[in-house]
Nanobody, 120 residues
């Protein structure tokens, strides 16, 4: 079992930056792949970025490549999403998610979400 709590969201002007944190509890986080998703207003949830359990492999949605960076520290049971050069289209509720083990590509554990609002 992994419990996830996101923080760091807020209101920022276009071009600004935010750093989201995902604090995990549970012994299995260090062997869980982790991802960030977001849900824009009125739209379905979409993939943003993921990182494997060792932190050695990352991938990003095309819309955030070059602007967002996903990272993790298993010793701290924490993951982050650094978001730079934010755009109004980045507005939404951001969720972190974790897989049930290093070999799973399905995200079984989810946080409650944190709101990010980017004003133009």
């Amino acid at each position: 079992q992994v419990q996830l709590v996101e923080s760091g969201g807020g209101l920022v002007q276009a071009g600004g930056s935010l750093r989201l944190s995902c604090a995990a509890s549970g012994r299995t986080f260090s062997r869980s792949n982790m991802a960030w998703f977001r849900q824009p207003p009125g739209k379905e949830r979409e993939f943003v970025a993921d990182i494997n359990w060792t932190g050695g492999t990352t991938s990003y949605a095309d819309s955030v490549k070059g602007r967002f960076t996903i990272s993790r520290d298993n010793a701290q049971n924490t993951g982050w999403l650094q978001m730079n050069n934010l755009k109004p289209l980045d507005t939404g509720v951001y969720y972190c998610a974790a897989s049930n083990g290093p070999l799973s590509t399905r995200y079984d554990y989810w946080g409650q979400g944190t709101q990010v609002t980017v004003s133009s």
